[in-house]
């Protein structure tokens, strides 16, 4: 069978350039790795039980993607959520305010946090007053049961259109005279097509980076975030999360210089665990009609490493591993308990004011598994949170480690984000330049749009 155009991944970045390429008649296939959406279930979350670290994980892979099971904070603004500007200029806030609407069009709701642009400003003077930077963005927060269905409404609409086959894990990408001429699967099949766009998300990087490798293509590591997640009362941080909903704050620390950032905040959410590649690592998500009395966020440490190692993923995983050796999984401790320097016990656990949304995660004690160069830097930062919103540093507040977001390995692609291979596109997580819903369906519907029209790929501009 030879398609127009082979999209490999059904995540936000694959379902939007399949979205936007059913507009005209081509002959477009979707090979995704995991289960159709209505398939997919994760026995720990459903059943409350410990991660069963399945061989194919239902949260990060399947129809929807890792978008699927996120709670959808749609990040309505640029300079949040990805490199993608760096690639197409000025065009992005075109395709984002595109992105969105197609979401309200697919059943999202239609509550906006961060337009109060006084309140928002006053939040702003005071993180400032304490060491901290405030990046303002407009958040639609969808909810982790909504984000499912409106996955499932846009495959609905591009059914029939477009072939749709799950459970087809790509393997190979082919190529003749540095040009794509298709893939093959794991099962040892051949698709071929005269455009591959390739969407695997964090899911698949390892899968691409090891392509990239053996197609000769020229790379370059992003950096890797380590950290934990935090929980609290709700309570804590309401000041702060009825006005901006996800405050993206940073903070330099005092010591090492290096950059902390405040990632994915989920109020009254749940803390949940992530398994891929062998490592279980902590994430968090928020319902929009089922509400706990936690809040929980990431706080993350950057770092881009120099010559001579360039294996940041590997990094990241080993400090991972590290929580699940010691701990079977994640790793819980409280705040107070990591400051005097003994260990979460579950006696002390049951002591604490903050209960746990995530019931298999083993008290512990995170300074065994976090470098020297992440722990003062996350003290650090939450000392600083403390001003902005009292109780932060609380010795009831638990940590959870490791969290830890693997970008992936940015290819060197063109202003067209096409590859050095004719016709091989990248976009979404996988491809390194995004980092959430909406830069990675973004990346779909510019690359769609650029097939679709008929742009040939000329003009080769780098950027890496
Ligand atoms: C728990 C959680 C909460 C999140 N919350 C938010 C949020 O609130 N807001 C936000 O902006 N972002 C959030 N994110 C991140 C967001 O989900 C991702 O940024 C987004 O899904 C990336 O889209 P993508 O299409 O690039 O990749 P993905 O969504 O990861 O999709 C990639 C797809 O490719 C498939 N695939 C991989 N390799 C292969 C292969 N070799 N062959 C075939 N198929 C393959 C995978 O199965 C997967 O379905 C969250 C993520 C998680 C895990």
């Not at 642009?117 to 304490?130: F, P, S």
Request: hydrophobic share 35%.
């Amino acid at each position: 069978m030879r398609y127009d155009v082979i999209i490999v991944g059904a995540g936000p970045a694959g379902i939007f350039s399949a979205l936007e390429l059913s507009k005209r008649k081509k002959s477009i296939v979707i090979l995704e790795k995991g289960k159709d959406i209505t398939k997919r279930r994760c026995p720990a979350r459903e059943e409350k039980k410990e991660c069963q670290r399945c061989k194919v994980c239902e949260i990060i892979y399947g129809w929807g993607g890792a978008g699927a099971f996120s709670d959808g904070k749609l990040i309505l603004s640029p300079d949040i959520g990805g490199l993608l500007p760096h690639f197409v200029g000025t065009e992005i806030d075109k395709l984002i305010k595109e992105v969105d609407k197609i979401f309200l069009h697919y059943g999202a709701t239609n509550e906006v946090y961060g337009e109060n642009e006084d309140e928002v400003e006053k939040l702003q003077r005071a993180a400032l007053k304490v060491n901290l930077t405030l990046t303002p963005g407009r958040v639609r927060h969808l909810g982790t049961e909504s984000c499912r269905e409106i996955l499932s409404n846009m495959k609905r609409e591009i059914n029939g259109k477009v072939d749709i086959r799950t459970k087809f894990d790509v393997d190979e990408i082919i190529t003749e005279d540095k040009k794509v001429i298709g893939v093959r699967g794991k099962n040892g099949e051949k698709v071929r097509g005269k455009y591959v766009i390739c969407a695997p998300g964090r899911g698949g990087a390892d899968w691409l980076q090891k392509e990239a490798t053996r197609l000769g293509l020229t790379t370059k590591s992003n950096p890797v975030d380590v950290g934990v997640r935090i929980e609290l009362p709700a309570v804590v941080m309401e000041k702060i999360t009825s006005v901006v909903y996800e405050p993206k704050l940073t903070y330099y620390s005092k010591y090492f210089d290096d950059r902390v950032r405040l990632f994915c905040m989920n109020p009254y959410g749940e803390v949940v665990t992530e398994y891929s590649n062998g490592i279980v690592t902590v994430n968090g998500h928020s319902y929009k009609d089922r509400k706990t009395n936690n809040t929980n966020f990431a706080l993350l440490v950057s770092t881009t490493f120099t010559e001579p190692f360039n294996e940041p993923i590997k990094y990241g995983e080993y400090i991972a591993s590290l929580a699940n050796m010691l701990g079977k999984g994640v790793i819980v401790q409280r705040l107070g308990d990591l400051r005097s320097g003994r260990r979460s016990t579950h006696e002390r656990m049951q002591r604490g004011i903050v209960k746990p949304t995530l019931k298999d995660a083993t008290p512990g004690d995170l300074s065994f598994i976090l470098p020297y160069r992440y722990l003062p830097s996350i003290l650090e930062m939450l000392d600083a949170l403390d001003r902005l919103a009292p109780g932060v540093n609380s010795p009831h507040t638990l940590l959870y480690g490791a969290e830890v977001k693997f970008y992936s390995l940015q290819l060197k692609i063109n202003s067209r984000l096409e590859t050095e291979i004719k016709n091989l596109y990248t976009i979404g997580d996988g491809g390194g330049i995004t980092r959430g819903l909406v830069q990675a369906a973004a990346s779909g519907l510019y690359v769609g749009r650029m097939i679709r029209n008929g742009v040939s790929p000329t003009n080769y501009k780098t950027t890496l």
